[in-house]
């Protein structure tokens, strides 16, 4: 069997671009150079935080991403026409869904193993939180996972979140590239 790349572009979604609840500064920066990574891939996946209103998560964070509403819906320019699969996470009350790993409409990992997929390439929102947490997971699953690290951008609560989740990410094994090199 050939073995397959796949990108995974985690919550690319409005509630965490500018204007949206949980904004990620310059989060909307990222879609063209994600749009242009799409034409690159045979496989593509997406994930969606979709959380119910009175998700657990929100005492933590400000209400973002609720199911069936705009803040929740992608990002309009983002090229939505070759995702494969759109993994729904933190669906449920108790469930933060942080990794793409844990999307509760669909096996993950058993998707990308019927598609020979062994390598991950990992863009999106945000770097701290969800980028780090799902590719911690692809490494624990025993996919070669590459960080896209201009296609991505962080939360930063505390100024050098994202330079440390880059760097837990970089120690656990995964591959820190840019755009540029693929293709
Ligand atoms: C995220 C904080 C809270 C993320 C989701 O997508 O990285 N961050 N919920």
Same mark, same amino acid.
């Given at each position: 069997?050939?073995?397959?790349?796949?990108?995974?572009?985690? *919550?690319?979604?409005?509630?965490?671009?500018?204007?949206?609840?949980?904004?990620?500064?310059?989060? *909307? !920066? /990222?879609?063209?150079?994600?749009?242009?990574?799409?034409?690159?891939?045979?496989? /593509?996946?997406?994930?969606?935080?979709?959380?119910?209103? *009175?998700?657990?998560?929100?005492?933590?964070w400000p209400v973002h991403c609720v199911a069936d509403?705009?803040?929740?819906?992608?990002?309009?320019?983002?090229?939505?026409?070759? /995702?494969?699969?759109?993994?729904? !996470?933190?669906?449920?009350? !108790?469930?933060?869904?942080?990794?793409?790993?844990?999307?509760?409409?669909?096996?993950?990992?058993?998707?990308?193993?019927?598609?020979?997929?062994?390598?991950?390439?990992?863009?999106?929102?945000?770097?701290?939180?969800?980028?780090?947490?799902?590719?911690?997971?692809?490494?624990?699953?025993?996919?070669?996972?590459?960080?896209?690290?201009?296609?991505?951008?962080?939360?930063?609560?505390?100024?050098?979140?994202?330079?440390?989740?880059?760097?837990?990410?970089?120690?656990?094994?995964?591959?820190?590239? *840019?755009?540029?090199?693929?293709?």
């Amino acid at each position: 069997m050939k073995k397959t790349k796949a990108l995974l572009i985690v *919550d690319m979604q409005n509630d965490f671009c500018p204007g949206g609840a949980l904004a990620v500064p310059e989060g *909307d !920066k /990222i879609v063209p150079i994600i749009n242009k990574l799409i034409t690159e891939f045979p496989v /593509i996946s997406a994930s969606k935080d979709w959380h119910p209103p *009175d998700s657990v998560h929100f005492q933590k964070w400000p209400v973002h991403c609720v199911a069936d509403t705009t803040g929740a819906d992608f990002h309009s320019e983002l090229d939505t026409n070759s /995702i494969d699969l759109v993994l729904l !996470k933190g669906t449920f009350n !108790k469930d933060n869904g942080y990794s793409a790993f844990e999307a509760t409409n669909i096996d993950f990992v058993h998707w990308l193993h019927t598609r020979n997929v062994t390598d991950l390439f990992v863009c999106g929102l945000a770097t701290d939180y969800c980028v780090k947490a799902s590719c911690l997971d692809a490494v624990r699953e025993g996919f070669h996972v590459f960080l896209i690290e201009n296609a991505i951008r962080g939360v930063d609560l505390q100024s050098g979140d994202s330079e440390k989740a880059i760097s837990d990410m970089y120690n656990a094994g995964v591959k820190i590239i *840019d755009s540029e090199g693929i293709g």
